[in-house]
């Protein structure tokens, strides 16, 4: 009982955690999507447990870990999440890998927001480097689905 009320909060954790855990500069770069991943996941398989709300309150304790200006990665969050939410029906139907495109694009909708934002907030100039998380995202995508896939189904997370 107690393992089906733990596994989305403790998998957002995980994830902020991963987001956020200090790394070579070289490999930093290449750090994939993590909350966007967990949280398209669980929008995808139980739209009425997490979705726009979670997302954008995520994104504002992103902002703040971060140090950005508030609201940057609440609103780039938000709407990669609600394009899942409004399909969720569809995206479960998809391959794995046809899932692993809509990442892609999912992804790359959130860093151009991000970007967008940090640009018109801040004057932050573009550089390709921005979207090395959009690629990492996408190979990380199907062992991620995988592994919350397998513990929603044994925790009988519904």
Request: proline fraction near 5%; hydrophobic fraction near 60%.
């Amino acid at each position: 009982m107690k393992g089906r009320q733990i596994l989305i909060p403790a998998s957002i954790g995980v994830a902020f955690i991963l987001q956020i855990m200090p790394m070579p500069v070289i490999f930093d770069l290449y750090r994939p999507d993590w909350l966007l991943l967990i949280l398209c996941y669980w929008t995808m398989a139980l739209p009425n447990r997490v979705g726009v709300g979670i997302a954008a309150v995520c994104g504002i304790i992103l902002d703040i870990l971060y140090g950005t200006s508030l609201g940057v990665h609440s609103f780039a969050m938000a709407i990669p999440v609600y394009l899942v939410a409004a399909n969720y029906q569809r995206f479960r139907n998809y391959s794995v890998v046809q899932q692993a495109m809509m990442i892609f694009m999912l992804a790359t909708l959130y860093h151009m927001l991000a970007y967008w934002l940090q640009y018109w907030l801040t004057g932050v100039e573009f550089r390709l480097g921005f979207l090395w998380p959009v690629v990492t995202s996408v190979f990380i995508w199907p062992w991620l689905f995988w592994l919350l896939r397998r513990y929603r189904r044994l925790l009988r997370v519904t």
